[in-house]
């Protein structure tokens, strides 16, 4: 029975992060995931890696903004380590002002923005503009009151991504895929498989989205979490790489970088199953060309409908399972997954005891007391 130092269930893009994180620190590693790599919520076409807006601050929104701050260079590291482009790229977020209301709101935030985000320090900036730094991106008819403009966000193709994980993975850990996971022993070690050999492995992380639930549930007792689905499309439509992304009543517009321009998405709670729905995505591409008619007649060369995980307690989860010394948890992105992943991951490697640093502080709602009762 072949051993390893951890075993990782689920290889989505928080999956992946660990796996990543984990061979990086010198750990021995099997991933593994009963379909494919990045095939459920991983697999989404937008790649909004967006900041909290920066009002009302607290530890959360700090390990985001940590997250997205550092990114670029883990981004950077893993082009170069594998020659594969993800599609990556700090290219800010514009989002129309219509309202007397959201003009205030966003003039108080420009304040506080050069405090919470260190402007000074770091550059990056919220603030308010009259116009568009994009002529025609988005429509000026659709801001008649000017523009936030943030300069700290970014976008990324979640497919590339997580195919550039994998690529750089797969000489370095054992990834099985087309493999459930049934059991783990903490006494032995012993992980039961669905289609191979057990092996074993002397902790357990479950990344495995919202099917994780279920198996958390299993082992707790203790219902923590569901799926959101959520729905989104692909345009094709070759446009400058350095457009912002557009954030406006719910959607999002992401011009990437290989000629096509994402535009989602839906976060539906009632939901019987994962095909997409064009009444659906019809009405979101009238939003999205509604602020910005470049999008008009663009054809539609992609769909995608998947089910993004969600804690009850909305926020993610990374720590230590409740009453488990060997099984640990890091789960529940929902839709900030892409954006926060590597820093999660880093998060379980301190938490493990495999680095000596503690640089990385966990907020309160992110560690497992705040999600179980014991």
């Known amino acids: 029975m072949k051993a390893f130092d951890i075993a990782i269930v689920g290889a989505g893009i928080f999956g992946l992060s660990v796996a990543k994180a984990a061979c990086d620190h010198g750990l021995s590693v099997v991933l593994i995931e009963k379909n494919t790599v990045a095939s459920g919520a991983s697999h989404g076409l937008l790649g909004a890696l967006m900041p ?66 260190a402007t000074a320090e770091t550059g990056f900036s919220f603030s308010v503009l009259d116009a568009s730094p994009h002529a025609g991106w988005p429509a000026a008819a659709a801001a008649p009151l000017g523009f936030i403009w943030d300069t700290l966000a970014a976008r990324a193709n979640p497919r590339l991504v997580s195919a550039a994980l994998k690529a750089y993975l797969q000489p370095r850990i054992t990834l099985m895929e087309h493999t459930e996971f049934k059991s783990f022993d903490e006494a032995t070690g012993k992980l039961t498989l669905s289609s191979a050999e057990p ?36 345009l094709k439509l070759d446009l400058p790489h350095d457009l912002p992304v557009i954030y406006d009543d719910g959607i999002y517009v992401i011009a990437h970088e290989n000629g096509s321009v994402a535009v989602g998405s839906t976060s539906e709670r009632e939901w019987q199953d994962t095909k997409t729905e064009e009444d659906t995505l019809q009405g979101m591409l009238n939003k999205a060309i509604a602020f910005c008619p470049v999008l008009k007649d663009a054809p ?11 804690c009850r307690k909305r926020d993610p989860l990374v720590g230590q399972m409740p009453t488990h010394e060997k099984i640990w948890i890091a789960t529940g992105g929902f839709k900030i997954s892409y954006g926060i992943a590597h ?12 680095t000596s640093a503690k640089d990385i502080h966990i907020p309160q709602t992110f560690r497992p007391e705040s999600h179980f009762k014991w």
Do not use: C
């Open 343 to 354: 820093r999660i991951a880093d998060a379980l490697m301190q938490q493990l005891g495999v």
């Open 300 to 310: 539609i060369i992609d769909r995608w409908a998947g089910i993004r995980p969600k």
């Open 199 to 234: 092996v074993s492995a002397g902790h357990l992380v479950l990344s495995a989205g919202y099917e994780g639930f279920d198996l958390i549930e299993d082992l707790t007792g203790q219902h923590i979490g569901s799926g959101v689905k959520g729905q989104s499309l692909s």
């Open 52 to 117: 909290h807006i920066p009002s009302q601050w607290n530890d959360k929104k700090q390990f985001q903004f940590e997250a997205l701050k550092t990114l670029s260079d883990g981004i950077a590291q893993l082009e170069d380590a594998t020659g594969l482009s993800t599609g990556y790229r700090r290219v800010g977020r514009l989002m129309p002002l219509y309202t007397q209301d959201k003009l205030d709101h966003a003039l108080h935030r420009q304040e506080e923005s050069k405090t919470r985000w």
